[in-house]
């Protein structure tokens, strides 16, 4: 008998570190553009020479580019499919190096000086800068979404049975972090080191790291495999099989987490993109502070998290704090839509919505398995990634239209619009966690109980 890694607590915590700190550069690369909209859309050569003159609608083209390439290609569903069948090893290495390949790209677009406008779908006339960075985004958020999937599935592999809503929660806190500092600190050392390019290098640099820890993971991944063997047990993935997607298709629990993910992540994520500029338009925060009040978002839930994730894993509860937090979520948006502009009221929001952000995905992400057979997850995660990317491509460049509408002569954007739309993505949230508590009361899933077996 060989004692499994996951069972001594010191292996597991470390594992679950490794592969935290290789998401935490993922996510500090996807928003670190996000802050830097004011230069990004501000005139050639202004800004002391930083802007670069991206239009409302060419940053809308961009932020969504993100997904396109997972929804459009079905990349990201194919993901699923090779990491369940292939296993994790194999598919957190590719993914890490994909990221890293689309993070060179993009710093290649942003560093140089390009020529010329290309049509492209959902963009219409795009500077050629934006196509190419938009080509790299896109490679990076196949990357990314990947190894989001195989990060969510390892969690699963080693802590089940054991602290899995605080194993996700503290996953989710790390990754959080990667995009607070990307919020707060990418516009200042854009202005200080020469441009929106040295942000991105930064960004690829970190990339590279976590292609490394990857690979400190896989030796781990493996010897927790050969003790599995050893020990005679079956818990290793039994590999995927076309017939067994009857299992996810016909469940309606799991179409409920994934519409509810669609919706809430519709309502967070693409908001940080534009959070930047909404602080100074609407609230009139000067432009090099305006990214630290979005940045108060992913640092609240660096602490509230893992907090919802140890209830949830201690009493249970899991569809009810997704119900509070669709509510916030709603609640938020309509008073960001309302004509008040005082700065302190924005702030107060956003720790609302940071709320919100710790409490859906602390029980959101560990309710999946209790819903789907192991031998699945790595498809249903591929899934519902694959509905939220829809959500994280379309909306950003919705957005964008909208903005660009209402956008005066002098420059000045009225928000409105677009936190409508928001506060409707919260509202459609609050009507699915609630029907995905009706679901779980008629098919037992067990989302209302605690995850630590005693």
């Known amino acids: 008998m060989q004692v499994k890694l996951s069972n001594t607590p010191a292996m597991r915590w470390t594992a679950l570190i490794i592969v935290s700190v290789a998401m ?171 441009g929106v390019s040295a942000s991105v290098g930064l960004g690829a640099a970190c990339l590279c790291i976590g292609v490394i820890a990857f690979l400190v993971y896989n030796v781990m991944d493996k010897k927790e495999d050969a003790a599995t063997a050893a020990n005679g047990s079956t818990e290793v993935d039994e590999g995927f099989k076309f017939a067994d997607l009857k299992i996810l298709f016909l469940n309606k629990g799991f179409w409920f987490i994934t519409l509810l993910c669609l919706m809430f992540y519709a309502g967070v994520f693409p908001f940080l993109k534009f959070a930047t500029k909404l602080m100074v338009f609407k609230y009139n925060v000067n432009p090099d502070l305006a990214g630290l009040i979005p940045a108060m978002l992913p640092f609240g839930t660096i602490f509230l998290t893992p907090f919802f994730g140890g209830i949830y894993d201690k009493y249970g509860r899991g569809a009810t704090l997704m119900i509070i937090g669709s509510v916030l979520l709603t609640l938020v948006h309509i008073t960001f839509a309302l004509p008040v502009s005082s700065v302190i009221l924005a702030i107060s929001v956003m720790i609302v919505l940071g709320v919100a952000f710790g409490l859906v995905p602390s029980a959101m992400w560990p309710s999946v398995p209790k819903i789907i057979p192991m031998k699945l997850l790595g498809t249903a995660y591929a899934v519902i990634f694959y509905i939220q990317n829809i959500g994280l491509s379309m909306v950003p460049m919705l957005i964008g239209s909208v903005n660009e509408k209402n956008t005066d002569a002098s420059g000045v954007i009225n928000y409105t619009d677009s936190m409508t739309i928001f506060a409707a993505f919260g509202a459609i949230a609050v009507v699915i966690s609630v029907l995905l508590l009706i679901e779980d009361k008629k098919k037992g899933y067990g989302l209302e109980e605690a995850n630590i077996k005693k």
């Not at 942003?110 to 080509?135: D, H, I, R, Y």
């Not at 080693?158 to 607070?180: N, S």
């Open 24 to 194: 935490m550069f993922g996510y500090f690369f996807t928003d670190v553009m996000s802050p830097l909209e004011p230069l990004l859309t501000a005139a050639k050569g202004s800004e002391g020479g930083l802007g670069l003159g991206w239009s409302s609608l060419e940053y809308g083209f961009f932020s969504g580019a993100y997904g396109l390439m997972n929804v459009y290609l079905l990349l990201l569903f194919f993901g699923g499919i090779i990491l369940d069948k292939y296993g994790i090893r194999f598919t957190g290495l590719t993914s890490t190096l994909l990221m890293f390949v689309g993070a060179i790209v993009k710093w290649y677009a942003v560093k140089g000086n390009f020529e010329g406008t290309m049509w492209v779908p959902f963009g219409g006339e795009c500077q050629m800068q934006v196509v190419l960075a938009s080509l790299g985004f896109a490679i990076f958020g196949v990357g990314c979404e990947i190894a989001g999937i195989t990060v969510s599935k390892v969690i699963v592999k080693w802590f089940t049975g054991h602290e899995l809503a605080l194993a996700m929660g503290l996953q989710v806190a790390l990754a959080r972090i990667g995009t607070a500092v990307a919020l707060g600190a990418s516009l200042p050392i854009a202005r200080a080191f020469g």
